[in-house]
Nanobody, 119 residues
Framework: QVQLVESGGGLVQAGGSLRLTCVAS????????MGWFRQAPGKEREFVAH????????YYADSVKGRFTISADNAKNVMYLQMNSLKPEDTAVYSC????????????WGQGTQVTVSS
């Protein structure tokens, strides 16, 4: 049974930093494309970044590239999202996600953690 649990959200001033953590359990996630998404009130869910836990390859949305860094510790089944130079528009609920097969569509989601950036 796949479970994803996020933590690390909070309130931060513009220009500050936060580090989000996603603890995954229930299977071997090696070679899976694991991702971070966010959703602000009244807006559609937005892709933030993903990482292949086997190859280490990463990909970022243009809106966060150069400011956010996704990483993973395969041995601990933990994924991180380091967020620097935060902007008010980064305010959203951030969720981690996993597909049911290595390169499949995202099907498993965590409960989300709130990130609020004040101006």
């Amino acid at each position: 049974q796949v479970q994803l649990v996020e933590s690390g959200g909070g309130l931060v001033q513009a220009g500050g930093s936060l580090r989000l953590t996603c603890v995954a359990s229930g299977r071997n996630f090696k070679y899976y494309r694991m991702g971070w998404f966010r959703q602000a009130p009244g807006k559609e869910r937005e892709f933030v970044a993903h990482i292949n836990w086997g190859t280490g390859n990463t990909y970022y949305a243009d809106s966060v590239k150069g400011r956010f860094t996704i990483s993973a510790d395969n041995a601990k089944n933990v994924m991180y999202l380091q967020m620097n130079s935060l902007k008010p528009e980064d305010t959203a609920v951030y969720s981690c996600a996993s597909p049911s097969v290595p390169e499949g569509n995202y099907e498993f989601w965590g409960q989300g953690t709130q990130v609020t950036v004040s101006s």
